[in-house]
């Protein structure tokens, strides 16, 4: 049972570069997401999928973008890489809803530098 | 989002219980507790969650005031890989149908001493 599965782990990015983090699940869950986490503090939110094909805005969404063509996959692209961007990011899923007996999964996280 | 305060960062002996309390004030009467911890380097993993009753799971137990207002994670037993970040966060199924996201404040940092 892989639950939420992130690559890559690590990677250094130069200024202005582009990348996809990729993540998937093999839970079935409708519901995905995306945080990233600075040195120190709480995870923000970047976006999230309530299902295949519908994407909306977390908390912090300038300079990501997102798909959902799939219940298993949802990657997130970086167009145009900042050193602001620097941080952790963790995927996560969750089967949403009005149920409340469910926790998300996360996965074990992206760690990304940007020179 | 109703928002909760916990202590910056608490410390444990090993093998002794652990208190960690969060506050809630402004707690609505559909949100429930959720309680998330996150080791070092790695992702969050969700702990345990209640509404209005005590809970108990395999990690740990949650009590909940019988005004809501606030909530301890209790650790029963702790141990040198209970060391880690723990996040109270609070959710409400209803108005968040549709629009679920957990929001993360900075969490206590526990300390386990051997």
């Known amino acids: 049972n892989a639950g939420v599965t992130q690559t890559p782990k690590f990677r250094i990015l130069k200024i202005g570069q582009s990348m996809t983090l990729q993540c998937t699940q093999d839970m079935n869950h409708n519901y995905m997401y995306w945080y990233r986490q600075d040195p120190g503090m709480g995870l923000k939110l970047i976006y999230y999928?309530?299902?295949?094909?519908?994407?909306d805005k977390g908390e912090v969404p300038n300079g990501y973008n997102v798909s959902r063509s799939t219940t298993e996959d949802f990657p997130l692209r970086l167009e145009l890489a900042a050193p602001s961007q620097t941080s952790v990011y963790f995927c996560a899923s969750s089967n949403g809803g009005r149920q409340t007996n469910y926790g998300y999964t996360f996965g074990s996280g992206t760690r990304l530098t940007v020179v | 989002d109703a928002k909760t305060t916990q202590p910056n960062s608490m410390e444990s002996n090993e093998e002794e219980p652990v208190h960690l309390p969060c506050n809630h004030s402004t707690i609505s009467g559909t949100d429930y507790i959720h309680w998330y911890r996150q080791l070092p380097s790695q992702g969050p993993e969700y702990v345990i969650h209640g509404l209005t009753s005590n809970v108990n799971n395999r990690m740990a137990s949650l009590a909940i005031a019988e005004d809501r207002k606030s909530s301890t994670l209790i650790l029963h037993r702790a141990t040198l890989r209970d060391a880690a970040v723990y996040y109270c966060?609070?959710?409400?199924?209803?108005?968040?149908?549709?629009?679920?996201?957990?929001?993360f404040g900075t969490g206590t940092r526990l300390t386990i001493i051997p």
């Open positions: 966060i609070l959710r409400d199924p209803i108005s968040n149908f549709g629009n679920e996201k957990l929001t």
């Open positions: 999928s309530v299902g295949a094909g519908i994407t």
